[in-house]
């Protein structure tokens, strides 16, 4: 089997259908780079794997398996008061603090993230983050927002190397294999876009066994990160 972005790869499809799963997204800003996704089933064991391009492509697969959580790895709320991200607007967040509450409760943890502010580099995929939510929301999909940096963290400590490394990947394929070793007859086939998809799943999984910790404001937005308990260290 081989991973393509044009032809995501599909395992045990003929079972799919018949089982709950989890589903991990690590969301791209535009469709132009597709985005990696994962999905498992509530035992751990890998379905399916690939790149899909567009929201269409997206909410085509989730409309297949039908999942009991979608996990993305993107922000997908703005700050309560704040309409959009454009400088031009007056829109401004209720609090008078920068970033969402669950951005804030991270960096307390000691967890840098994304901003969340105007002045943000990922505003398209802020965008488009909240857009795809909404549209998965509407058929009646469980969306959750998670973050996989916060989650290996959470696993394995703050001594993580850098994931764009030869020993960062090393790292981050042997861990998931401990974790998932389902997935361990496929990591050579991944990129660290589909790792970051292994861990939204993941994530999805423990979120789907009540052993998550949501970050934030259920009004404002949540991020779902393993509750200390699950990891080897707590930050």
Known sequence: MRAKRSNPATLRTGSAKRCQLVFGIDLTSTAVKPSACLAL????????????????????????????????????????????????????????????????????????????TKETFIKELIYRGISLKNKLCHQGFRVIEVYPYATKIRLFGKAIPPKTTREGMTFLKRELANLLPSLSPYLHLFDHNLCDAAMAAYTGLLCHENITEALGDGEEGLIFIPKASQGKRSP
């Open 41 to 116: 089933d509530t035992e751990g064991q890998l379905i399916y794997f690939g790149f899909l391009a567009t929201d269409a492509d997206i909410i085509s697969v989730q409309n297949f398996y039908s999942p009991r959580v979608i996990a993305i790895d993107a922000p997908l709320s703005l700050p309560l008061g704040m309409c959009c991200l454009e400088k031009s607007c007056p829109c401004r967040p209720n609090s008078g603090e920068k970033n969402r509450k669950c951005d804030r409760e991270l960096r307390r943890y000691g967890i840098p993230c994304y901003p969340t």
